[in-house]
């Protein structure tokens, strides 16, 4: 199911590429819906899932 959003696609990439000219992180507002764009370099990537040091001993 789609619906029309008040936004089109052309002014959203115009906002997302002027964003990034200036240096910024868009944050654009859909209805009650907040998307904020993060720069890759700035990304947080998901780590491989498994022990992080399984042969190291942590004491606390």
Same mark, same amino acid.
């Given at each position: ?15 997302? $590429?002027? !964003?990034?000219? +200036?240096?910024? *992180?868009?944050? #654009? ?11 890759? $370099?700035? !990304?947080?990537? +998901?780590?491989? *899932?498994?022990? #992080? ?8």
């Amino acid at each position: 199911m789609t619906r029309q959003l008040d936004l089109t696609q052309r002014q959203v990439k115009a906002i997302c $590429e002027g !964003a990034k000219r +200036a240096g910024y *992180a868009p944050i #654009i507002q859909v209805g009650k819906v907040f998307v904020r764009l993060i720069p890759e $370099e700035h !990304a947080i990537l +998901a780590q491989a *899932a498994g022990p #992080i040091d399984a042969d190291e001993d942590i004491r606390l």
